[in-house]
């Protein structure tokens, strides 16, 4: 016969395992919603209010527990396409300017910290002929 201090160890062990596995469930089903809702605030806070204008989507599953990702498509011109992708891993947001050749594997990511930087970089691709505000899209 079991000493009742086994059985009591057991049921604990038992509740806290139904506990943790739904809480994973929840965080499963949410993890999208609140990826996309980060995106969206962060966004708001560095790039003001033109960042509401952005469409973010979930990007794939990783580590949905800890890690929200999410991007924004912005443009395919001249070859290249741009995208805007945000993470928050461990509580450090940040969101990457992802400039990518449509035809070829190479890329570049860069941290955009403000509505003026991400200027500053969209000025060294080719989408700048099309949204440049001054001299035909020249500096």
Known sequence: MSHPIMNAAAQRLATAEERRKTARETAFRTWGPRSVTAASKYARRILGHPAL???????????????????????????????????????????????????????????????EQLGQL?????????????NGGNL
């Open 53 to 115: 204008t952005l469409d973010w989507e979930v990007l794939g599953l990783l580590s949905f527990e800890e890690h929200l990702q999410a991007f924004a498509s912005l443009n395919t011109v001249g070859g290249q396409h741009l995208e805007l992708y945000y993470t928050d891993q461990g509580g450090t947001e940040r969101i990457l300017l992802r400039v990518s050749c449509v035809s070829c594997p190479s890329q570049h990511v860069h941290e955009v910290t403000s509505l």
């Open 122 to 134: 969209l000025s060294q691709t080719p989408a700048w002929q099309d949204i440049g505000p001054r």
